[in-house]
């Protein structure tokens, strides 16, 4: 008989947040893991789930042949980094990378988004626990330092609603002969079709959304290219 496999899914609710969160990191004596070199690290960022697993939400870039390496600046939501939940656990692990992928775990440590954002600690100590039992007098595995967090607000197009922002249309029609004979139903001027030509219901699609967010429902129209009666002067 042929054996399957499961697939376990979980879904958790979020609620709404707009916040990003900013952050960067840099490494200080990380564990050296490359025979002929130092090594080449990168980390990956843990989001903490219901039943105490993590889940991996983002890797940095690799720094190469360094034990004090200094990443780029992450910007991640606070829905994915923690849920919108401040002290929901944040797992950070450290690996030297390996071209054959077989990578090499440096350490790791746990904090969450208030621990970081509000400073309460300088650093924090990178610990390999199978190092750590082995070794009576292990330490660490080298320390992580918090360069910048920073935690800032992005506004939907709602807020700007909300805050009283005003929509106004203009429209403008080309009314080149590139644009064909009106008289003609191939033409974007004709006028007869049941559905309205293609300036039409471009028109009423756009329309019908943007007048719920004007003032005065008014939309100036304006016309270009076509020749004007009675001399036929071209208009542009």
């Not at 390996?98 to 990178?126: K, M, N, Q």
């Not at 660490?140 to 918090?146: A, L, W």
Request: charged residues 25%; glycine residues 10%; contains cysteine.
């Amino acid at each position: 008989s042929v054996s399957s496999g499961t697939i376990s899914v979980s879904a958790v609710e979020i609620g709404g947040s707009n916040e990003i969160v900013c952050l960067k990191f840099e490494g200080v004596g990380l564990d050296k893991k490359d025979f002929f070199g130092k090594s080449d690290p990168y980390f990956e960022l843990g989001r903490e789930n219901p039943d105490g697993t993590f889940a991996t939400i983002f890797r940095s870039e690799t720094i190469e042949c360094t034990l004090n390496p200094r990443w780029n600046v992450l910007e991640i939501g606070s829905k994915r980094l923690c849920q919108n939940h401040p002290d929901q656990n944040i797992l950070f692990s450290c690996y030297d990378y390996d071209d054959d992928g077989s990578h090499d775990f440096i350490g790791h440590f746990t904090t969450t988004l208030s621990e970081l954002r509000e400073r309460r600690r300088s650093e924090w100590e990178l610990i390999n626990p199978k190092k750590q039992r082995k070794k009576k007098n292990y330490q660490n595995s080298g320390v992580i330092r918090v360069i910048e967090c920073r935690v800032e607000k992005t506004y939907t197009f709602l807020d700007y609603i909300m805050g009283g922002l005003q929509l106004n249309c203009t429209i403008a029609v080309d009314f080149t002969g590139s644009n064909g004979d009106p008289q003609y139903p191939r033409s974007l001027h004709f006028i007869g079709a049941p559905e309205g030509n293609q300036y039409q219901q471009a028109w009423l699609a756009i329309g019908n959304i943007i007048q719920d967010y004007d003032s005065d429902k008014l939309f100036p129209a304006f016309g270009f290219g076509g020749a004007l009666p009675p001399h036929g002067q071209v208009s542009f």
